[in-house]
C-alpha cells in the first residue's frame, strides 16, 4: 500500500518483480490511462499535455487487490487513473523502438539446416506464420519447403506477413539470368553477400525468394548474419565498429530509367548500441568524397567488413531446390548467390519492416508483471 509518506519530492519509487525503478509525476501523470486522459479506443492521447501544471504532484495512491496494478489519484482528475504493471515494467527505463527479442548470431559452424527449415504447409494452421517469425528474430532467416511454384504462393505468404511491397521493380516478380536487365541479380555471376534497397530511404524488411525451376549447376543461396559481423567488429576493432556506426554510406540506383539515392551507415545503432540496421552493398555503393580522415577509416572498415561477410567460416550457403523459398530479414542477413551455368527461375516479394515488426510482435509472450 501506498500513502502520501512514500509519495516523493518529484517522483514515485516502485519495485516491480523485484527491480526498483522510479517515475517522474509529469511522466506518469502524461501518460495516465483513464478515459480523460487517453482514448483506449484510438489509442490516442486526449490530455492537453501542455496545459500541465509542471510541478503536478499526486495526492494519494495505492496498489489494487493483487498488486498488478497503482492507482493514483491526481488534482486535475475526477478519478483514479490506473496504472498497469505490465505498462510501467515496459517503461521502467529507457525505451527501444520495438521490444523484439535480441537475434542470436551464428556463423557457418552453429547453425544447422534444420533449425532454419520449415514446410510451407506448416504455416497454414492455427498457429499461422508463428513458426517462420520465430525463425527470422532467432536466425535472420528459414527456408520454406514444398511451396507451390508460383507467384500465388509467394503472395499467399508475404500477406501473412503484411502486403507486397511495391518497388522500382514491381510488386511480385520472377527472374532468371538476364543480362539486358540494369542489375547484377539478373546475372550468372558470383554474386558476394549483400543486403537490398541500400538506395532505398527505407529499405525492405523482408525478401521471400522462391526457387521455380533449377535446371543448373552451381548458384547456391549464400546467407551472412550481419549481427554475427557487428559482434564480432565491436569486440575485435571496436574502433572500426564505431566508425561504420558513425560514418553514412550513400547507396544508388541507376538505370532502366530510374535514379534512387539514400544514405546511412552500415551499423545503424539503437542508442544502447546494439544494431538496429545493417546496410551494405559494395556493388551499389555509391561514388562519395569525405574529409580525407574520415574517407581512410571508411573504407578500412569497408575492407573489415567485406572480408568477414566473404569468409567462408562466416557463410551458410545451400542449393535451394524447386519449391524451396528463402525468407529473410534485409536488416540483418546479407544474401548472395554462387556463379551458375544452366536454367535458375527464381520469384519473390518484398515486404516492409514496420509489417514484420508488427508481426513478430504479436507473436512474443509477455510474463506477468507485479508491484512490489
Not at 527456408?143 to 506477413?161: F, G, K
Not at 574529409?291 to 542449393?319: E, S
Amino acid at each position: 500500500m501506498l500513502d502520501n509518506r512514500g509519495l516523493g519530492d518529484e517522483g514515485l519509487s516502485l519495485s516491480i518483480n523485484g527491480v526498483a525503478t522510479r517515475f517522474d509525476y509529469f511522466w506518469l501523470r502524461d501518460n495516465a490511462r483513464d478515459p480523460v486522459s487517453f482514448d483506449s479506443l484510438s489509442h490516442q492521447r486526449e490530455l492537453f499535455t501542455a496545459a500541465l501544471d509542471p510541478h503536478i504532484k499526486p495526492t494519494a495512491g495505492q496498489l489494487n487487490g493483487n498488486a498488478s496494478a497503482l492507482l493514483l489519484d491526481w488534482p486535475d482528475l475526477d478519478m483514479a487513473a490506473e496504472y498497469d504493471a505490465a505498462f510501467l515494467a515496459d517503461f521502467a527505463g529507457p525505451t527501444e523502438h520495438m521490444r523484439l527479442p535480441a537475434p542470436r548470431p551464428w556463423d557457418r559452424d552453429n547453425l544447422e539446416v534444420d533449425a532454419v527449415r520449415l514446410p510451407f504447409a506448416s504455416l497454414q494452421g492455427d498457429r499461422g506464420v508463428a513458426p517462420l517469425m520465430e525463425r527470422l528474430l532467432d536466425h535472420g532467416f528459414a527456408v520454406v519447403t514444398d511451396t507451390p511454384r508460383n507467384l500465388d504462393a509467394v503472395q499467399q505468404l508475404s500477406e501473412t506477413i503484411g502486403y507486397v511491397r511495391q518497388t522500382i521493380f514491381g510488386g511480385l516478380f520472377e527472374f532468371e539470368a538476364n543480362e539486358d536487365m540494369a542489375d547484377s541479380a539478373y546475372t550468372p555471376k558470383e554474386l558476394r553477400p549483400h543486403t537490398d534497397g541500400t538506395y532505398s530511404h527505407d529499405a525492405p524488411g523482408v525478401q521471400l525468394l522462391l526457387c521455380v525451376d533449377y535446371a543448373a549447376e552451381g548458384g547456391e543461396s549464400i546467407m551472412v548474419d550481419g549481427a554475427r559481423i557487428a559482434a564480432r567488429l565491436k569486440d575485435e576493432v571496436p574502433a572500426i565498429h564505431d566508425d561504420l556506426a558513425r560514418i553514412a554510406v550513400t547507396g544508388i540506383y541507376k538505370g532502366d530509367g530510374a535514379v534512387l539515392r539514400a544514405s546511412r551507415p552500415i551499423l545503424r545503432c539503437h542508442d544502447d548500441g546494439s544494431v538496429a540496421q545493417v546496410t551494405f552493398n559494395n556493388y551499389d555503393r555509391d561514388t562519395i568524397r569525405l574529409a580525407d580522415d574520415d574517407m581512410r577509416v571508411l573504407y578500412a572498415g569497408i575492407r573489415h567488413f567485406d572480408q568477414m561477410a566473404n569468409d567462408p567460416a562466416m557463410q551458410w550457403r545451400y542449393t535451394l531446390a524447386p519449391g524451396d523459398m528463402l525468407v529473410f530479414d534485409n536488416w540483418r542477413v546479407l544474401h548472395g548467390r554462387g556463379a551458375f551455368s544452366g536454367r535458375r527461375k527464381m520469384a519473390g516479394s518484398y515486404i516492409n519492416r514496420e509489417d514484420f515488426e508488427t508481426v513478430s510482435y504479436t507473436h512474443l509472450t509477455l510474463p506477468t508483471k507485479r508491484i512490489v
